[in-house]
């Protein structure tokens, strides 16, 4: 079964810094998706970013980037020029590549709280 | 134009109650979930769905039922509720294919309150 961890329960940043979110995973599976999920206090879940496994390319989506260490199962998440709206709790997920089992796996989550 | 949407948005309801939560997607998507997200926050998968067949029906208590009449639609009915049902229930749904479409993308949440 896969695991996903994350080890900050909470983090909080300045406005326009940069804050970097961990993210570990344990798999045996070669072929799998990672994603971050934000969920704003309004409790939506949006999803920010997602990282094919077999793509070593980070992917980027604006102020957001993941750093991708497939070798250490490790999937981080930066946040860029960071701004008010981005207070949220974000969830690492991660996803089989496997017809008939596509659920995600979600960690524990991190609070991350943005000060003026 | 809401893309995956769920009702009601708060439930309160007695012990031992019944109830149903709906979702219905506009996506196009042909693979639907319910998840349940606990009062630490912690997101787990309940069941889900793929042109109307179950798939996945992860360690549920059979007072859970889902139902899928088509595949842009997914119940969920509870039975004899119980106070360790209260919680956030999340509908999503994708399309199976690439990581792209395989994307799932989540409802606004149903809030069950059994007092």
């Known amino acids: 079964a896969q695991t996903v961890t994350q080890s900050q329960p909470e983090m909080s940043v300045q406005e326009a810094e940069t804050v970097t979110l961990s993210c570990t995973y344990d798999t045996s599976e070669n072929n799998y998706y990672l994603f971050w999920y934000k969920q704003p206090p309004s409790r939506q879940m949006i999803l920010v970013i997602r990282?094919?496994?077999?793509?070593?390319q980070n992917a980027t989506e604006n102020r957001f980037s993941v750093n991708f260490q497939k070798a250490a199962k490790s999937f981080s998440l930066k946040i860029s020029d960071s701004q008010l709206g981005d207070t949220a709790m974000y969830f690492c997920a991660f996803m089989k590549l496997y017809f008939g089992n596509e659920k995600l796996t979600f960690g524990t989550g991190t609070r991350l709280t943005i000060i003026p | 134009d809401t893309a995956v949407s769920q009702t009601p948005k708060y439930l309160v309801t007695q012990m031992g109650n019944d109830k149903s939560i709906k979702c219905e997607q506009n996506l196009g998507h042909d693979t639907m979930y319910w998840y349940k997200q606990d009062s630490k926050k912690f997101l787990k998968i309940m069941f889900s769905?793929?042109?109307?067949?179950?798939?996945i029906n992860e360690t549920v208590p059979n007072r859970f039922s889902p139902k899928s009449p088509d595949k842009a639609h997914l119940n969920l009915h509870i039975n004899s509720l119980e106070l360790g049902d209260s919680a956030v229930y999340f509908c999503a749904s994708s399309k199976r294919g690439t990581a792209r479409t395989d994307t799932q993308y989540f409802g606004p949440g149903t809030r069950l309150t059994v007092l």
């Open positions: 769905y793929n042109n109307k067949e179950l798939i």
């Open positions: 990282q094919e496994a077999y793509k070593q």
